[in-house]
């Protein structure tokens, strides 16, 4: 149980945590958002399994303190009770967030369609200008990627901005994703396809507006447009 | 005691089974059909793709709740019986917190 | 095989208790397997279960080796060790050497060994079925190790997601191998779940009530029921990838109105109760060690039990959460994700019973409860991170990466392997009579505990930092380099000590001292037996009257080695032990064991020869094969039953009982009830497969939808029920003492008609291959013809027996266990037609979109 708090501490130090492909250095709303439950998770997780432990230790050391809090009780708080309402917390925090980063409302967020083929994956922007393994986003704004499959499953996974979802053959889904600021993120296959799986990487370049519009072949002004419309899509 | 009294201690867990089918399927009904498109004014504006889960949610509740009742009169009968009691009160509980969802969620995004 | 039936009328007298030594040697006589060739023709639960347990332990080094030549892969980013093509077959046969040859086969022969012993019986229920069943799965496991030694092993990931597993994307025989090699294993995890449940309800020590059941029996029941409604559906999947693959029937291809998301409901919900039915059994051996270290009885048995009831229901309503990423509803995953939590109380509560239990006795320290300490720790984190990747949001971020990787192995090395090393320690000085020396048990504890948390522990970090799962590169830029040479290195450590743990045991079963009962003071009832126990046993079945954990073994034990108890002798050479009424468990029935043969050997090597042939598809041949397994299968049965009335035979202490085949419940029965419903979840699969593929698919409605010809449906139905009537009926006048003759040829002449009927409808399915919906109506239809064959066959057998003199009013089993599927039959053809009528009723008024 030292060990591993040790091995955790000293992941910390060494400020484990961040790298261009990091779920844990978040840059956008999505990412915070699943970042922050984690640590909750995380420090709610630790206290509880040193909770355990120290029960499992006092029933070898002093197992009368137990005896006299008695052994039914034992299971009925530390395995319903307490379990139940930790449980009910964090669904309930999990379902709110859910709401948040999951469901995808009709509004004005711009569309721009990925589509993934073994081994690569081919974007497709507003005015029809395409890239491939290059995504280009405009910061500060959502962005609805609408992702489909030419081949096998594919995951569409940029881990600093958000959660993944599957590239399906047959099936159109949608994920809503937000870059706060203009950089540059990773992005990866996250779903098993063939020999090609692991090189089947993307970079996501997020721009200010009008660097973005440049970038996607658009006038700067339309690109605004677009935003207002809502009519990103083809 | 018969052979039938050990199918007992399946009973409300049975009843969380089903209704977890008929919830998953009728969702899956629904969204298929829009019937989350269709707002009823006589309930206060609910979808009917909600309202139908939350139908089916308070039958099985209900169901649940009853085989509860039935095993808490039978609970003194012997071994099997108070073990098909606390099952049944598992299930209900388990039942409220897999499908309290239906009354806040997103039906079909 | 005829029998050495006494002569009728003349009751065989209780012999008076017998001396030990010379009850020991006719038991011997009749129980033990001959050395040499006959070991082949073994049946013995001992013998089978300890084969089992080598068998599967051997793949836990197979499975081992290929997970270090996956870390030697993934130590740095930069290692050119294998190609990805290699890659590929590495870690798809990591995990499926690990599931399926290792965890579920050293379950079942841990199961195989132990509960006869537990329960207070000489043996299983069906003991050649225990033999077909390892044959099944060796010879399934020895074309799998063939396929990767040849180079042509499976490399779509353990779980052969469509479509990368069907046949476009996988041309090789790659993915055959898997389909064809697993089901052929899984039939033997299928033959052991009909048996541990027959088992456990059936063949018990007079007095063992369901109440007085030792809990590790529960833990075996329950978990015996899972895999009978949790491996059909894989098995139905199975079979459809395997006919998209080489009859091109397109079920999982979205461009032919099928969907790759159905291959991943049918395998999830076969996949998820899969983890719980490996934790299960070794919930059930901590179950059983900790209270005899704790010196004191399990606390809260009766709340373990619903706990695991709960666990056992809750397990299979968890399967999307392997499919959170699919696109599915945020209130449909909220479903999965809220049970995937609770899941988590059951858990708990058995963990907390073992605290309590530790904290009411006088805990003793030996080397099972340092292995036990090891689980606990390495268990509780896996069930945390569990309830982490259940939160769909932070599960969008975590699926797929080696987050859940650390995790699966938190939990199932945690909740498997640890225990079982545990158990390991615990039960084999049963196994071989001798005392632990434990001169590496520590240190191999400590190399394995501490090597596994170095290959894992910050495993989680590196999914977190954006490494996939199943990549055998990495960017040297993720600066995941010292997070994998750290894992890589971990894992070297716990090989060591996996090392040692081998030596260590060879070590015990060489130099360790004999001893002469029950070393660990246990209260169970295995231990009142000499060790390494004797092919029989108990040499007499006791009388329980406590619970099963509150025995004197060794009093006991000195009791039933002096004959004492039940059977206390042998007659007519039969091979005897005791079945039980269900729940109160009143002897009711004498059953007669089948004897050492080379049966089941023959009939795993046919199915084995059908095996090999529809890999090499050569489909003729396969059939002929398939007929020739059949046929072996009837075989079994010219060994059992009798030709004449037997009546109540004396089992010692004043009572008496009938042979089983006389009585109205007995263990095949059971079986053939227990197969209908296993059969009737792979069948509730298929017309789920059907409505979700009109719900869900892409390119729907079908151009030509397979609408049955109403007038042969109808025929169809009539026969059915027919079938079913007169199956009713000749067992109605055998019963009345009356010829069944008519009614069994009516029955068979009506199934086979029926069977006909059902292939023509079938060959009327217009263009199978051009769309999922005319795909899943042929299978429906054929699935529901064969049905109707087997009952045809059934009558037939039936016929045979009567003419073969093994039928009488009192005689009656084949007929009833006849009857049982003659109705199931009919009852699902009926709803088998109905169903082809909906899905082309449904067809024609549209699907989910073009």
Known sequence: MFRFGAILAGGLVLSACDGPLSALQPEGPAARGIGTLWWIMLVAGTAIFLAVAAVLVLAFVRPAWLRRFGGTRLILWGGLVVPLVVLAGLVTAAFALGERVLVVRQDEALRIEAMARRWSWHFRYPGGHETVDLLHLPAGRDVDIVLTSEDVIHGFWVPRLGGKLDAIPGHTNIIRLRADRPGTYGGVCAEYCGIGHAPMRFSVEAHEPEAFARAVGLPPDEAGGMAADGEGGR | MRPRSLLLLGAGFTVWAVAFVALYAMLSVGCRFGWHEVALDMAGGLSLQRLQLIAIFLVHLAAGAAVVVVLRLWKDRGFLYPLAYFAAIAALGASVFSFAGVFFLSTCQ | ?850
């Open chain 3, 1 to 850: 095989m005829n029998r050495n039936l006494p002569p009728q009328g003349e009751e065989t007298p209780t012999p008076p208790p017998a001396d030990p030594i010379r009850l020991h040697r006719e038991l011997a006589a009749l129980w033990d397997t001959p050395a040499g060739r006959q070991q082949l023709g073994a049946v013995n639960h001992s013998i089978l279960g300890k084969r089992f347990i080598l068998a599967a332990f051997f793949f836990f080094g197979v499975g081992g080796l290929l997970a270090m030549l996956i870390r030697v892969q993934l130590a740095t980013s930069g290692t050119a060790f294998v190609g990805p093509e290699i890659y590929g077959q590495l870690f798809t046969m990591h995990g499926t050497v690990m599931m399926f040859l290792f965890a579920i086969p050293m379950f079942e022969g841990f199961a195989i060994y132990l509960l006869p012993k537990l329960l207070g019986a000489r043996d299983l229920a069906f003991p050649r079925l225990t033999a077909y069943g390892f044959w099944c799965y060796i010879f399934g496991a020895t074309i799998l190790l063939f396929a990767m030694i040849a180079g042509v092993a499976p490399d779509s990931g353990w779980f052969m997601y469509t479509p990368l597993s069907s046949a476009t994307y996988s041309p090789g025989i790659n993915a055959d191998v898997w389909l064809l090699g697993i089901t052929f294993v899984e039939i033997s995890a299928l033959s052991a779940a009909v048996e541990i449940t027959v088992s456990v309800l059936k063949v018990r020590a007079p007095g063992m009530s369901l109440a007085r059941m030792p809990i590790l029996a529960w833990y075996l029941l329950i978990t015996a029921l899972m895999m009978l409604f949790g491996f059909p559906p894989l098995i139905l999947g199975s079979i459809l990838l395997e006919l998209e693959r080489a009859a091109d029937l397109p079920f999982f291809d979205p461009t032919r109105g099928g969907d790759s998301l159905l291959w991943q409901h049918l395998f999830w919900l076969f996949g998820h109760p899969e983890v719980y039915i490996i934790f299960l059994p070794a919930a059930g051996a901590i179950s059983m060690m900790i209270p005899t270290f704790a010196r004191h009885e399990l606390v809260g048995y009766r709340a373990v039990i619903v706990a695991v009831i709960a666990m056992a229901f809750l397990s299979f309503g968890l399967w999307v959460h392997h499919m959170f990423t699919v696109g599915i509803p945020h209130l449909a995953l909220a479903f999965f994700s809220a049970a995937s939590g609770l899941v988590a109380i059951p858990t708990a509560v058995q963990i907390f019973a073992w605290i309590a239990t530790l904290a009411a006795g006088r805990p003793r320290f030996d080397v099972p409860m340092l292995y036990l300490g090891g689980f606990f720790f390495i268990f509780v984190v896996g069930g945390l991170t569990g309830v982490m990747l259940a939160m769909v949001p932070f599960n969008w971020q975590a699926h797929d990466t080696h987050f859940v990787v650390a995790h699966l192995h938190y939990v199932l090395v945690g909740g498997f392997v640890f225990p079982m090393m545990a158990a390991a320690y615990y039960w084999l000085p049963h196994f071989t009579g001798r005392l632990a020396e434990h001169r590496l048990s520590k240190t191999a504890f400590w190399a394995i505990f501490i090597g596994f948390n170095l290959t894992f522990f910050h495993m989680h970090l590196t999914g977190l930092r954006g490494m996939p799962r199943r990549v055998d590169t990495y960017p040297v830029e993720a600066r995941l380099d010292w997070l994998n040479l750290l894992s890589s290195v971990g894992s070297f450590v716990m090989t060591i000590g996996f090392a040692l743990f081998v030596v260590d045991l060879v070590v015990h079963m060489r130099f360790g001292r004999r001893f002469r009962r029950n070393p660990w003071a246990a209260r169970t009832l295995e231990w009142a037996m000499p060790t390494p126990p004797t092919s029989y046993a108990f040499a007499s079945l006791p009388h329980i009257e406590e619970r099963g954990d509150r025995l004197s073994p060794a009093r006991e034990g000195a009791r039933l080695a002096g004959g004492r108890g039940y059977l206390g002798f042998t007659r007519n050479g039969w091979m005897e032990t005791l079945g039980v009424d269900m729940v109160g468990g009143r002897p009711d029935q004498l059953i007669v064991l089948p004897r050492q043969t080379f049966l089941p050997l023959w009939s795993g090597l046919l199915t084995a020869a059908m095996v090999l042939c529809l890999l090499a598809k050569v489909y003729w041949l396969a059939l002929a094969a398939f007929l020739a397994v059949v046929v072996s299968l009837l075989a079994w049965t010219g060994a059992t039953g009798a030709r004449q009335d037997v009546g109540a035979l004396p089992i010692g202490n004043g009572a008496s009982a009938r042979p089983h085949w006389e009585t109205e419940g007995p263990p095949s029965w059971w079986a053939m009830v227990l197969t209908c419903a296993a059969e009737a979840t792979l069948f509730s699969s298929l017309l789920f497969g059907g409505l979700f593929l009109w719900l869900v698919a892409p390119q729907w409605p079908p151009a030509r939808p397979a609408m049955p010809d109403p007038l042969l449906a109808a025929a169809c139905a009539v026969l059915l029920v027919l079938a079913a009537l007169s199956g009713r009926g000749g067992l109605a006048s055998l019963l009345r003492e009356r010829s069944p003759a008519l009614g069994l040829v009516l029955c068979a002449l009506a199934h086979g008609g029926a069977a006909l009927l059902f292939a023509l409808m079938a060959a009327r399915v217009p263009t199978p291959t051009a769309h999922a919906h005319n795909a899943t109506a042929l299978v429906l239809l054929a699935l529901c013809g064969l049905r109707a064959g087997f009952g045809a066959v059934l009558a037939g057998y039936g016929l045979w027996r009567l003419r073969a003199g093994f039928l009488s009013a009192a005689r009656s089993l084949d007929l009833r266990i006849g009857r049982v599927w003659h109705d199931y039959a009919a009852a699902t053809g009926l709803i088998g037609l109905g169903a082809a009528f909906a899905f082309a009723w449904l067809a024609t008024s549209g699907g989910a979109g073009s």
